[in-house]
């Protein structure tokens, strides 16, 4: 079966400072999203992009946070300034279509100390 | 407010049993997934409905869509069906396409 693959597996960075993570959605899906999952509570939906501009994003995706999909395979989610309670696990997934099943990448596992 | 609710929130069960897990949701929807995490933290989607009934294995998927229920059920279950079970549903209407997930069940099956 098709996989989504996120990079890295687990990031550990400072407080302030600026993270990327990576995705590389399956081929032909056309739908990608963000979400995340604190420590012991349930997953979240942060943002989804499709045709190359972010097409709903929640209240928790705020100006900290940015979605890009600088080519054809990558989507990326950066977070400018990180903060203590951004430490989580944060899930790409990407679907065909809008009918499609969605796909979720194993997650990166990060940790801001 | 919860829009979704699972039942039970954690089950623990005898290799064999049948189980059932429920998700019980309070808006419109245009499809309801049934996804698995095991303790490593990945996220596979088991199902995705819309109407009626899925099965693949051992697993079967049920939606009543006037009632706003669906339940996931596992025959013959076995120790590596241990996982979390999360029910999550996609808003009907709109531009919304995200998931919105319940909190999940904790299933662990003993030998």
């Known amino acids: 079966e098709p996989e989504v693959t996120q990079t890295p597996s687990h990031q550990v960075t400072q407080m302030g400072q600026e993270v990327i993570l990576r995705c590389v959605p399956i081929s032909n899906h056309l739908y990608f999203y963000w979400y995340r999952q604190i420590l012991g509570q349930k997953v979240e939906f942060l943002v989804s992009f499709y045709n190359n501009e972010i097409s709903e994003k929640s209240e928790i995706f705020d100006d900290q946070f940015s979605v890009e999909r600088p080519d054809g395979s990558n989507f990326t989610l950066k977070i400018r300034s990180t903060k203590l309670e951004d430490s989580a696990m944060y899930f790409c997934?990407?679907?065909?279509?809008?009918?499609?099943?969605?796909?979720f990448g194993q997650g990166t596992r990060l940790t801001v100390v | 407010k919860n829009e979704v609710e699972q039942s039970p929130q954690n089950l623990t069960a005898q290799e064999g049993e049948f189980i059932t897990i429920n998700c019980s949701y309070s808006?419109?929807?245009?499809?309801l997934h049934w996804l698995q995490q095991h303790p490593g933290g990945g996220i596979v989607s088991l199902f995705m409905l819309s109407s009626g009934k899925k099965k693949h294995g051992r697993l079967i998927a049920t939606i009543n869509i006037q009632e706003k229920h669906s339940s996931l059920h596992i025959t013959a279950s076995h120790p590596r069906d241990s996982a979390v079970y999360i029910c999550a549903i996609i808003y009907s209407g709109g531009g919304a396409d995200g998931l919105t997930f319940g909190k999940g069940t904790h299933l662990i099956i003993q030998p």
């Open positions: 808006v419109g929807i245009s499809a």
């Open positions: 997934a990407s679907r065909r279509d809008r009918q499609g099943r969605a796909f």
